[in-house]
């Protein structure tokens, strides 16, 4: 049963551009959704997180936005640089029980 | 400070050996994971320990899988005999308390 569904599974944005990761879940349980970014050959690390109590969370380049009542989440990559092609997880977790989304492949074009 | 250590990086075998994996957790952290991540997919938990104590294994399939993490600290995962569908990627990670996991490199699982 896949409790956290993310979308798209892969993106192409041109440099300078926005890109957009979304992700929903189901379990209202959850109280913190992280961001994992993966490059090939390395584990998933953590980008940005962001708990239930607050609906916007800015660090750099990176902003979470987070809906309580439609139970999404998304994460905007401002002036994205080929230096962030990679796989960006979305996750959702209570208590040390974490799930993670599919994964979605974004590809930034100079 | 140096992150999760996991070891080997790579590992090719035929099916019906054995394998194991072996994980060093960050100094400190109380809670280790094994997390599989299968191509294209993202990280689905195997098993959970809160010191040497498995309090989620629910996902571990029992009959090839065992895992132990002796005196609370390094953790070994073991899958025999190995099928071909075990290839996957074996992710360990570790945290304190309930936020931000930190995860290994991972062990890339080639069954053949």
């Known amino acids: 049963q896949q409790q956290v569904k993310q979308s798209p599974q892969s993106l192409i944005v041109q440099k300078g551009g926005i890109s957009i990761i979304n992700c929903a879940y189901e379990n209202t349980a959850f109280d913190y959704f992280p961001w994992y970014q993966q490059f090939p050959g390395k584990g998933p690390a953590l980008l940005i997180a962001i708990r239930p109590d607050v609906s916007e969370k800015k660090e750099g380049r990176f902003t979470i936005s987070f809906n309580k009542s439609a139970k999404q989440f998304s994460l905007h990559i401002m002036d994205s640089q080929p230096g962030d092609s990679a796989t960006y997880f979305c996750a959702a977790s209570r208590d040390n029980d974490m799930r993670f989304g599919a994964g979605t492949r974004l590809t930034v074009k100079p | 400070e140096a992150g999760v250590v996991q070891s080997p990086r790579y590992k090719i075998i035929e099916k019906k050996q054995p394998v194991a994996f072996w994980c060093n957790p960050i100094s400190g952290h109380n809670t280790l994971y094994w997390y599989r991540q299968n191509l294209g997919q993202g990280p689905e938990l195997l098993i959970r320990y809160e010191n040497e104590e498995a309090v989620d294994d629910s996902q571990l399939p029992k009959d090839r899988f065992s895992a132990e993490r002796l005196k609370g600290v390094d953790s070994t995962l073991k899958i025999q005999p190995a099928e071909l569908g075990d290839s996957a990627v074996y992710l360990c990670?570790?945290?304190?308390?309930?936020?931000?996991?930190?995860f290994g490199s991972g062990t890339r699982l080639t069954v053949v």
């Open positions: 990670a570790s945290s304190l308390g309930t936020d931000g996991y930190t």
